[in-house]
């Protein structure tokens, strides 16, 4: 039997991973499991190079302020 969904999300990310894993025993993988696991690492990448940009774009917006201001 499933928990309710209070329970669930009380519990620590280690904990829900053990579950996970003891579960994972006891059934086959399709192929939507292998595509969503495929879509979450391009979206952690994407993610990562988005962040990256956006420390960029910050840093030079800041650069062009001071130079305008010191002009």
Do not use: C
């Not at 829900?16 to 499991?33: F, G, I, P, T």
């Not at 420390?55 to 062009?64: A, E, G, H, Q, R």
């Amino acid at each position: 039997m499933a928990m309710k969904l209070n329970e669930l999300r009380k519990l620590p990310k280690k904990e829900l991973w053990k579950l996970y894993d003891k579960e994972a025993e006891h059934v086959q993988a399709s192929l939507n499991y292998y595509r969503d696991e495929i879509v979450r690492r391009e979206q952690s990448k994407q993610t990562t190079v988005l962040i990256w940009l956006t420390i960029f774009m910050v840093l030079t917006t800041v650069f062009s302020a001071i130079g305008v201001f010191i002009n």
